[in-house]
């Protein structure tokens, strides 16, 4: 059974922490170093729901996409949600690793698990990790572009799009013409309204992320309509479009526990923490 320190190393190699952004805050939240690690679980946010999950699992170490702590703070006291999830894992003895914008950037990274979910062939990402000499694929780096095995409309892909990522009260909102035929398309794991200016750049027919504020998705959809240039936008539940990563990621890691000869057990979590729980349509 491989200890905290061989488990953190060989998850360093897959998303490593130098490729982080600046604000960024990955890494190892909690956990004794020399401590004993035989389950391990993988989850989108570390809430206090999948903390419960994990001990009732009996999980040495849970795995997050998103962190704990993003910003600075000055309590982990037992009386905020934060400070109960610290306690209780320590309590319990789990560990708690964080991967985030260096697993959104690796190769494969988080925009590549939601390439594979919609059958995407995508091998180049939005936009690349340079410098990178450790990358001579020019793989790493944020999002993913390629194109579909079968054109479809935009309303098809929207629909297939539903039925492929995990369901959330959302669901997948589309805007654009829904006879559009959309032969390449763009994505990315979580917000990415920001890289729409790159998406229109390579020309896709059509982008996939999720958390477009109205301002950019109304202007690029606005210049779409005025030029014909441009992608339709779809816009899925932040949650929906970051969960295929920890079935990709447990997969890693459970290859690379048989190649090392660990006795290790992954798993990833069965809780929904997409915070959105209804979905009413205002009919008129």
């Known amino acids: 059974m491989p200890v905290l320190t061989d488990v953190i190393s060989a998850l360093d190699t897959l998303w490593p922490p130098e490729t982080a952004e600046d604000w960024d805050a990955v890494g190892t ?3 004794e170093p020399d401590a004993p690690v035989g389950r391990v679980l993988f989850a989108v946010d570390p809430v206090p729901s999948v903390v419960e999950e994990a001990v009732a699992g009996g999980v040495d170490l849970l795995v997050t996409h998103h962190p704990l702590y993003l910003r600075g703070t000055t309590t982990v006291a037992a009386d905020t949600f934060k400070g109960r999830v610290v306690h209780s894992l ?3 003895g789990i560990a708690l690793h964080v991967a985030h914008t260096n697993a959104d950037r690796a190769d494969p990274g988080v925009s590549d ?11 180049s990402p939005l936009v690349p990790l340079v410098p990178d000499p450790a990358d001579p694929t020019g793989r790493r780096g944020l999002g993913r572009f390629g194109e579909l095995p079968v054109p479809m409309t935009l309303a098809a892909l929207a629909e297939h799009a539903a039925a492929r990522l995990p369901a959330t009260a959302q669901g997948v909102r589309a805007a654009g013409d829904p006879d559009r035929t959309v032969r390449t398309l763009a994505v990315c794991g979580g917000s990415g309204d920001s890289l729409l200016e790159r998406v229109r750049a390579l020309g896709a027919d059509a982008y ?4 477009l504020r109205h301002h950019p998705a109304s202007e690029a959809s606005e210049a779409t309509a005025h030029t014909g240039r ?3 936008l779809l816009d899925a539940a932040h949650w929906a479009t970051e969960h295929p990563w920890c079935e990709q990621a447990a ?3 459970t290859a690379i526990a048989a190649e090392s000869g660990w006795d290790l057990e992954v798993r990833v979590s069965g809780r929904v923490t997409d915070p959105w729980s209804t979905h009413a349509v205002m009919l008129r």
Request: with cysteine; hydrophobic share 45%.
């Open 113 to 123: 698990a939601l390439a594979g979910r919609l059958g995407l062939g995508a091998d």
């Open 29 to 31: 939240v909690c956990g």
């Open 90 to 92: 320590i309590h319990h």
């Open 251 to 253: 997969g890693q890691l």
């Open 230 to 232: 441009g992608p339709a």
């Open 208 to 211: 996939l992320t999720a958390d």
